[in-house]
């Protein structure tokens, strides 16, 4: 294949807090290559945010990158080097903060928020907000611009859009106020987009109006997309390839097809048998045990062996990292979970632990007392 | 629980605990000094229009004892207001809610409080439902408090018991809001819920807050609560998985009115309601082989201030129905209803007669239909483009018997022994009852005897 598009290598985002450093983003990895839907899922705090977030430089105090390497079309966003105290130092050919302001964000790698009320100013007409994007990103005069700005939102599905040019953000529906986001997002062709949760917010209806919305579109601007979200059946619908997170880690990556039918590490089997399925009766869910640990204190060892149902001693000792584990000739399918053979410590000869999330201060429900 | 100071009329189970005719509730702006106002730039500056909002028209069903009636829609489409009309929390503008044998539109003050000790609600969002400055256990047993049950004592063995049923420690009694998660925080919700011991909950949007894996927990500790304290739930969603989980029949709402009521299987395996096949349709599948979505809906939801006439989801149905007098075939009668909707929507930009007719008509409708169309086409090449939606929503759309008339009808279902209301004219060959007999209201309704043919 050739180079990626852009290249995330063991990223690190730390938030220094008064209780301690919570550890949001822990050592990820992965590539996004031209034209492809990549999909992060997760729960919620599994660092999912602000992995994007690092990806733009975006991270603010308390919280800051403290590792990695970001690498985006042969151009480092983020790198570090040892300095001449021993201390890490930003590297001399990191983009400066005003490259990344003027080149980077929003013409290069634009972002889709989750929330479209509170991505557009309610003060400002959504047409006067879309073409003062495109003149400055575009170098556009103002008619040019607001031609264009027109054209995009009759792109992006608005009815009628000479006369919504004109009108507030609270004027348009949930949906629509998405499609302008989007519009936003394409108006100045970027190679990447960011697309945090975009339809999270949005019925079901709009949501596929959404996704066949972006489909299209992609295939005529040929736009990479990360696409943020903790919807399987999402990911199932428009993703090419799965990262799927837990804790700050990704725990599993492999192409759509494979996550879903041959699914390698419990998490993500677990994920994928808590969800009600809308095309069959299902009388009783299976749900994960007990609730995400906190970044700030992760469990030792393998992050999910405090929820694991396969969860054994080793677990709790060993910190799996990913190992790709598809067979000879096959796309990669790499999974960070010791119950493989590949990573040789031992699973088979060690003892179950009872799964600490089914006691205790836990969701799960107890089977106590009887009667009103 | 025998100390308790009211009478209770006691219903069967499988007999309805709620019976909601007619119910309607309407918003209206003309309130207060400013009410309905609107500034223009032209002379004279100040107008009032005064609007309504027809939130809730003309709703009628039937809960029964120990069911779960699960209750879906698009947002704005009235499921909440529904609800708290219901539960008299907002008080409705015509029609009735008779809750165990009462009607509970036409009591207030003192009864009506006392009668909220059998009805209870859970809210869509964990953390605005709890009061951060209180601390779970004094949180739990406010509405016993409030109901006069039991004593200082009593109350919180209470608490601590259903803090336990509902799958929390007993020990967290102390705790305050915010030192749990979303999921805790609904358990709570739950457990606040339980304790003055109701017979109705009302859930709106209970678990749709949730990551999915909590959601399983939280949908599975809801029903085991139903079997051990048989509850009846009214559960208001917008995800059909989760109302196909949970729920025994299922009510489907659009703008305001309800469109389709069945039983469970029969409502997702034979949907009768183009509305709800589109929701069915809509509906992600977490299989990255089923082919993704189809039939998609175009366009959005109107406004409920100025409802279309006849059937409400007339505007975006894919299946609308030929008035009378045109004798189109299928093919160019969809053309003519996308090439309708089009021009209403502004959906192209060029003028050229010929450009359009190739985009829309590949059938072109010949007769009367034909020299209409040819007629719009006219007025959108000289950009007259009001002329153009005028004439076509006038000859075509409004001419449907879709808009002319409201539909009711009750079929006769495939799946289970239930009743199957649908409310759209494409089903008044099938069906068995139509109009205010199709209305779940009809006074001792047995079993509807099989007349015409199934399809």
Redesign the interface.
């Known amino acids: 294949m050739s180079e990626p598009l852009l290249s995330v290598d063991n990223l690190k985002t730390q938030f220094f807090t008064e209780d301690g450093t919570v550890r949001a983003v822990d050592g990820i990895s992965f590539d996004v290559y031209e034209g492809e839907i990549v999909g992060l899922v997760g729960?919620?705090g599994a660092g999912k945010s602000v992995a994007t977030s690092s990806i733009l430089r975006l991270v603010d105090s308390p919280g800051e990158i403290v590792g990695g390497e970001i690498t985006f079309k042969g151009e480092t966003i983020f790198g570090l080097e040892e300095g001449d105290d021993g201390e890490p130092r930003p590297r001399d050919d990191m983009l400066s903060e005003k490259e990344m302001r003027r080149r980077i964000r929003g013409r290069e790698i634009a972002i889709i928020f989750q929330d479209p009320m509170e991505s557009l100013n309610p003060v400002f007409t959504v047409g006067g907000q879309l073409r003062e994007f495109i003149e400055i990103n575009r170098d556009l005069s103002g008619e040019e611009a607001e031609e264009e700005a027109i054209d995009m939102l009759?792109e992006v599905g608005i009815?009628?859009?000479?006369s919504r040019y004109d009108e507030y953000p609270h004027q348009f529906?949930?949906?629509?106020r998405q499609r302008v986001l989007i519009a936003m997002a394409l108006a100045c062709q970027p190679d990447l987009i960011i697309a945090d949760e975009p339809t999270t917010a949005l019925?079901?209806?709009?949501?596929?109006?959404i996704?066949?919305m972006v489909t299209e579109l992609q295939e005529k601007y040929d736009t990479s997309f990360i696409w943020v979200t903790?919807?399987?059946?999402?990911?199932?619908?428009i993703c090419d390839r799965v990262n799927v997170m837990y804790l700050g880690e990704i725990i599993e990556h492999a192409e759509?097809?494979d996550?879903?039918?041959e699914t390698k590490h419990p998490y993500t089997q677990?994920?994928?048998d808590?969800?009600?399925?809308?095309?069959k009766?299902?009388h009783?869910?299976?749900?994960?045990k007990g609730?995400m640990p906190e970044a700030i204190d992760p469990p030792s060892g393998c992050r999910f062996h405090s929820r694991c149902p396969h969860a054994r001693e080793v677990c709790r000792e060993v910190h799996p990292e990913q190992r790709d584990l598809a067979d000879e000739g096959e796309p990669t399918h790499s999974a960070a979970c010791v119950m493989y053979d590949a990573f040789e410590v031992g699973y088979e000869e060690s003892r179950p632990i009872e799964t600490e999330a089914t006691g205790?201060?836990?969701?799960?429900?107890?089977e106590?007392?009887d009667g009103? | 629980m025998s100390g308790r100071d009211r009478e209770r009329g006691e219903v069967d189970e499988g007999e309805s605990l709620l019976e909601v005719r007619n119910l309607c509730k309407y918003f209206d702006n003309d309130g207060g000094l400013f009410g309905g106002m609107t500034l223009d730039r032209e002379f004279p500056f100040v107008s009032r229009n005064p609007s309504t909002v027809r939130a809730v028209e003309d709703v009628s069903f039937d809960i029964k004892k120990g069911e779960t009636l699960g209750l879906v829609g698009e947002s704005g489409c009235g499921k909440s207001t529904l609800a708290r009309t219901v539960l008299r929390l907002l008080d409705p503008t015509s029609g009735s809610v008779d809750f165990k044998g009462e009607d509970l539109a036409t009591i207030s003050g003192e009864p009506l409080r006392r009668k909220r000790q059998d009805m209870q609600m859970i809210f869509q969002d964990p953390q605005s439902s709890l009061d951060p400055r209180m601390k779970v256990g004094p949180i739990v047993e406010e509405p016993m408090r409030a109901h006069g049950m039991l004593d200082e004592e009593g109350r919180e063995a209470r608490a601590k018991e259903l803090l336990e049923k509902v799958g929390l420690d007993p020990q967290h009694y102390n705790r305050y809001p915010h030192a749990f998660s979303g999921g805790q925080r609904q358990r709570v919700n739950l457990a606040r819920a339980l304790s003055v011991n109701p017979d109705f909950i009302v859930c709106d949007e209970p678990v749709s807050a949730l990551d999915v894996s909590i959601q399983a927990q939280v949908l599975n500790t809801m029903q085991d609560l139903q079997d051990e304290f048989d509850l009846t739930y009214l559960f208001i969603a917008h995800d059909l998985s989760v109302i196909r989980h949970i729920s025994d029949r299922v009510a489907v709402m659009y703008l305001g009115q309800m469109v389709e009521l069945a039983d469970k299987e029969e409502l997702f395996e034979n949907p009768q309601h183009p509305y709800t096949q589109a929701l069915l349709d809509a509906i992600p599948v977490p299989d990255p082989r089923s082919g993704g979505r189809t039939n998609l809906l175009t366009g959005d939801v109107p406004s409920p201030i100025d409802p279309p006439s006849g059937c409400r989801f007339r505007t975006r149905c894919p299946v609308l129905i030929q008035p009378d007098e045109f004798d189109m075939s299928d093919g160019e009668w969809s053309a003519v209803v996308e090439f309708q909707r089009a021009v209403k929507r502004r959906e192209f930009e060029t003028t050229n007669r010929r450009e359009v007719r190739q985009q829309y008509f590949e059938e072109a409708p010949t007769g009367d239909a034909g020299t209409l169309i040819d007629d719009a086409l006219s007025h959108i090449s000289d950009e007259e483009w009001a002329e153009a939606e005028a004439l076509l929503t006038e000859s075509f759309a409004d001419a449907s018997v879709c808009a002319t008339d409201e539909p009711a009808y009750e079929v006769s279902p495939n799946l289970g022994d239930g009743r199957h209301y649908a409310a759209c004219h494409r089903v008044r060959d099938a069906a068995v009852a139509s109009g205010a007999a199709a209305d779940l209201d009809a006074p001792g309704s047995g079993p509807v005897e099989e007349l015409g043919a199934d399809d």
């Open positions: 729960e919620s009759r009815p009628a859009p000479e529906s949930g949906g629509m019925d079901v209806t709009v949501e596929g109006q996704l066949e903790h919807d399987m059946s999402v990911v199932a619908e759509v097809d996550l879903f039918y677990a994920l994928l808590s969800m009600p399925r809308p095309d009766t299902v009783e869910l299976d749900p994960i609730v205790g201060f836990s969701a799960g429900l107890t106590t007392g009103e």
